[in-house]
């Protein structure tokens, strides 16, 4: 049994080197995969989630909600592993029931874009109804990425929570704005495909999908979106604002969870492998763009 169980261990550790020891220069035939995990920060679980995924799966890419109960948190494991690529994922709404989040700068300095007790609205076509102020929602993303570098998170580049840059007047400009003044790619507009995600698929599986999903890449840069953390009373309770996204099938806790065992999965792993997928971060990214 002690033979069986160490042979297993074994196998899983030279999974794990093989899989980040693939060179990363770009090939016409390559296929190459950003898997970047969003929404660090919002929750305790969300930290362990992060950290296992970083140290023990594929995780590439991690992006942190500065305005997320957590955050203090994630700097501080952000300050721990320099090594990780790190980004913001600059938040205007907090989507959860009876778990609201505030705005980084005072709420009275950034009015149109909270309700009126001074928190984010609960999602991006409420927020767009109450026509905020482009200045103010400038104000306020600047405030986060600021934050983030003061509390010592290796900001290498940034991206949004729950909306697109398009789907305010203003709003694709104040975010490209703020990546070039602080020198960072913005994720997706770096030529990434979507290769899907496994968020909405039933707990029990995401693994086969996220298989049969790598499976089926072709050569190219893909973006791998993933929500991850760890199965809590915290993460269970967690209930959306939108009725068309609650989860039927398994609770925000489970469905992040089996997230993070996909990510770590020697399934998941074995097919990086026998695929030839190179798995590359944002920091690897940016390099090869400054070099053009």
Known sequence: MKETVFKA?????????????????????DIRVIVRG???GMTQGSLAGFEKAFNEGVLTSGAIIVPGPWFEGAAELCRKNPGWCTGVHLALVGEWRGYRW??????????????????????????????????EIDAELRAQVAL??????????????????????GLENVIKT??????????????????????????????????????????????????IGIESPEQDALIHTQPDHIFTNGGVGAHRAAELGV?????????????GIKLVSYTDLWKEQKKR
């Open 263 to 275: 990510l770590t999965s020697i399934e998941v792993k074995s097919m990086i492998l026998a695929k």
């Open 102 to 135: 505030r705005p980084v700068l005072p709420y009275d300095k950034v009015s149109s874009i909270v309700d009126e007790d001074g928190f984010l609205y609960t999602s991006p076509d409420v927020l767009w109804a109450h026509k905020p102020k482009i200045e």
């Open 178 to 227: 703020i990546a070039k003044e602080n020198n960072v790619p913005i994720s997706s507009e770096l030529g990434e495909g979507s290769p899907g995600s496994v968020y909405t698929v039933p707990v029990a599986q995401k693994k086969d999908a996220a298989v049969k999903m790598l499976q089926e890449l072709k050569p190219g840069l893909w973006l791998w979106v993933c929500h």
């Open 9 to 29: 261990a074994a196998v899983l550790c030279v999974l794990c080197i093989a899989v980040w020891v693939i060179p990363q220069t770009a090939g016409a035939q």
């Open 148 to 169: 983030a570098k003061k509390k010592g998170i290796n900001v290498q580049y940034v991206d949004t929570h729950y909306m697109e840059l398009n789907d305010y007047p």
């Open 38 to 40: 969003d929404d660090m």
